[in-house]
């Protein structure tokens, strides 16, 4: 089992930044890949960004490509989602999530392919 907890969210301007953090629990977390989706209000949950475990492959979505980064610590069971150039269109709840599948060829990048997540944290990006 692996609980996640992510931090960092909050109010920013329009072209700001956040870093976002999510911490695992758990002595597996550098077995999994990881990923960030995002919801916002009356939108269907969308994928942002994924890592694999060693954090050698990322894959974004091209909503985010370019601006936003995702990154790990494995020695600190954490995974970043870096967001430059910030849009009100990224105000959304931010989730991360975990994939437990040792045996996935590529970043997994669907809901259905993550079996643990995270509560969220809230980001809004005033215009």
């Known amino acids: 089992q692996v609980q996640l907890v992510e931090s960092g969210g909050g109010l920013v301007q329009a072209g700001g930044s956040l870093r976002l953090s999510c911490a695992a629990s758990?002595?597996?977390?550098?077995?999994?890949?990881m990923g960030w989706f995002r919801q916002a209000p009356g939108k269907e949950r969308e994928f942002v960004a994924a890592i694999s475990w060693g954090g050698s492959s990322t894959y974004y979505a091209d909503s985010v490509k370019g601006r936003f980064t995702i990154s790990r610590d494995n020695a600190k069971n954490t995974v970043y989602l870096q967001m430059n150039s910030l849009k009100p269109e990224d105000t959304a709840v931010y989730c991360c999530?975990?994939?437990?599948?040792?045996?996935?060829?590529?970043?997994?990048?669907?809901?259905?392919?993550?079996?643990?997540w995270g509560q969220g944290t809230q980001v809004t990006v005033s215009s």
């Open positions: 999530a975990a994939d437990r599948d040792l045996r996935r060829d590529g970043v997994p990048t669907r809901i259905y392919m993550f079996d643990y």
């Open positions: 758990g002595r597996t977390f550098s077995s999994y890949a």
